[in-house]
């Protein structure tokens, strides 16, 4: 079975930057896309950004392009999301996902590591 786990998330001060990391493992494990969400208190998780494995394509939604980055390791399963400039609203549970290969959507999730930001 496939598992995915994040972590590196912690309460930080407007203007910080943090660094989440995700590790995806199992066998086998193909990757069809990698990618980061969030949820607030809202009903829905919202798409933050995700890059596709085999050649690195990054996509970003326009509420965090030129502060986050996107990044992977393919070597070891993983991926990073480099978070500079955080704002009070960015405070959310962060979540990473795995397309699997053979699968239309992702279909593998983490549990979370939560990011909060102070004023």
């Known amino acids: 079975q496939v598992r995915v786990a994040e972590s590196g998330g912690g309460l930080v001060q407007a203007l910080a930057s943090l660094r989440l990391s995700c590790a995806a493992s199992?066998?086998?494990?193909?990757?069809?896309?990698m990618g980061w969400f969030r949820h607030t208190p809202g009903p829905e998780r919202e798409y933050l950004a995700s890059?596709?494995?085999?050649?690195?394509?990054?996509y970003y939604a326009d509420s965090v392009k030129g502060r986050f980055t996107i990044s992977r390791d393919t070597d070891k399963s993983m991926i990073f999301l480099q978070m500079n400039d955080l704002k009070p609203e960015d405070t959310a549970v962060y979540y990473c996902?795995?397309?699997?290969?053979?699968?239309?959507?992702?279909?593998?999730w983490g549990q979370g590591t939560q990011v909060t930001v102070s004023s």
């Open positions: 996902a795995v397309q699997r290969g053979g699968a239309d959507n992702y279909d593998t």
């Open positions: 199992g066998r086998p494990l193909p990757i069809v896309a």
């Open positions: 890059i596709r494995w085999s050649r690195g394509n990054k």
